[in-house]
């Protein structure tokens, strides 16, 4: 019966901290994101034909790869709470997307 008890404390544990776990990383932003939707004035734009392909990579040490029009640049990120911030400008994760907006611009970027 002991042996029983322990086996079943054991197996909720593990199973407390997996769903845990997926929680938080349901809300993470780690990951490679493609840029999929940009408006600029209320004008929707192109961004294949403007950016060409752009990606932001967000990796867990804190380090961000961007890439945009053939270039790279390497810089950094961080979360704090619900706080997104890559290289210095707030970012809003909703709805599995980066929303970055800046002066009338609003860029969307979608989890590759």
């Known amino acids: 019966m002991k ?3 322990k086996s079943f404390a054991a197996i909720l544990m593990v ?3 997996c ?3 997926m929680t938080a990383c349901g809300n993470s ?3 490679k994101w ?3 939707e940009a408006t600029a004035a209320g004008v929707t734009v192109d961004v294949t034909e403007l950016f060409g392909e752009m990606t932001i990579e967000l990796k867990s040490d804190g380090t961000a790869i961007m ?3 053939g270039e790279t640049e390497n810089g950094t990120w961080k979360q704090e709470g619900s706080k997104i ?3 210095g400008s707030e970012v809003k994760l ?3 997307k980066l929303i970055m907006e800046s002066e009338g611009a609003k860029m969307v970027f979608t989890r590759v």
Request: glycine share 12%.
């Open 3 to 5: 042996r029983t008890l």
């Open 19 to 21: 769903l845990g776990l």
């Open 94 to 96: 909703e709805d599995g």
């Open 34 to 36: 493609k840029l999929s």
């Open 29 to 31: 932003p780690v990951g």
């Open 15 to 17: 199973l407390t901290l």
């Open 85 to 87: 911030t890559i290289e």
């Open 67 to 69: 890439t945009a029009m």
